[in-house]
Each structure stands twice: as C-alpha cells, then as structure tokens.
C-alpha cells in the first residue's frame, strides 16, 4: 500500500524523533529497530521503508540532532545578550536531568566514536557547521572569523565537557557543583570580553 508523501514524510520525521530520544537517552547500540519503531507507533517491517540499515537511521539522527542544536543557537542569537542565555540554559539542571531531549553532543559523548564511519562523518560535517554558524553569535567580543569559530570551539567544549562530567556522577551535590563552576566561569569570560 502507498501512502501520501507528506504521510510518508511524517512517519520518517517521527522514526527520526523517536531514534534520536532513545540514542540520546542510552546510546546508538543499546537501542534495536524494533524499540525505535514501537515508540514511533509503527511497525518493524516499515523501517526499511525509510532506512536501509540502522546504521543509515543511526547517521541521519547524528547530523539532524546537531543540526537542531544549530537552530537552538540561531534562535538564542535573536534574543538579547544570546551567549549569556545560551551559558545559563546549556548548564542548568534542567538540561542536565533530560538527555533524551537535550543536546546531542554531550548525550551521544564518546559513544559517536565507536560508532561506523559514515555515522562518524555525518555528525563531523554537522558538528563543523554549528561551529561556523554559533561562531558570530557565541562569539560576539573577538573579532575575526578563525577567531571567533575558535572561541565557539571553546566554549562548547567547556560546556559539553561539563554537562558530560555533571551526567556522568552519582552525587548531586557533586554534578551540582560541576555545571555552577563552569557556568559562572563561562559567565565571567563573557562579562570580561564585553568590556
């Protein structure tokens, strides 16, 4: 049976959905095909209707979840003083308690480099274009290009590395500890560089 492509379109944006929670919340080789298709609301069979391996399913989750990390920052770049914004929200509590809604980058960790190759690349490609795209708008204070994609590169690693190490413990008061530390140093440099 054919189904209309704008249906057809939304069962895939739903797979894609559904995939990109579950790999976030336990990581691409902890979840199967089928777990991702029941939570979709669909068949086992009707995924290979849209992949043709969960390593293709595994590949476009990885680009589309950093890409959604682009469009979080360019929607933080509308709003007055974004990196501020941006700092407070990328390291409170309430994103460190849902990694099955939160940011790809430190919810898939180091698990992306164990994955295959061309998983490996889709999020690489990705992950270059958020670095050129938040650079302008993390970056505001340093003047040029290369400089400001460095700094853009800084400051997400700080951050994911934080929120990471704050996922990672089982002591509260220790993850706690970890994202205020970094919050307000990441804070600081931005109340430095504005003058």
């Keep these: 049976m054919r189904y209309p492509p704008e249906e057809t379109a939304a069962k895939h944006e739903r797979i894609l959905e559904e995939a990109a929670r579950l790999f976030r919340e336990r990581g691409f080789d902890r979840v199967g095909v089928a777990e991702v298709m029941k939570a979709a609301g669909l068949t086992h069979g009707a995924f290979y209707a849209h992949f043709a391996s ?3 399913l595994a590949a476009e989750v990885a680009a589309n979840s950093v890409a959604r990390g682009r469009g979080l920052i360019a929607e933080a770049g509308k709003a007055g003083s974004p990196q501020v914004q941006y700092v407070r929200s990328y390291l409170s509590r309430s ?3 849902d990694p099955g809604a939160g ?6 960790g180091s698990d992306i ?5 061309s998983v490996r690349s889709a999020y690489s490609a990705e992950l270059s274009r958020l670095f050129d795209e938040m650079a302008p708008v993390l970056s505001e204070a340093v003047t040029g290009a290369a400089a400001q994609r460095a700094e853009a590169i800084r400051l ?3 951050m994911v590395g934080a ?6 413990v089982n002591d509260p008061k220790l993850s706690d500890e ?3 530390a970094v919050r307000r140093a990441e804070l600081k440099r931005l109340e430095e560089a504005a003058g």
């Design 95 to 97: 994103h460190r308690g």
């Design 178 to 180: 970890i994202l205020l």
């Design 156 to 158: 997400m690693s700080s």
């Design 103 to 108: 940011c790809a980058m430190a919810s898939f």
């Design 163 to 168: 929120l990471v190490l704050a996922r990672c």
């Design 113 to 117: 480099a164990r994955q295959p190759e």
């Design 54 to 56: 969960k390593e293709a």
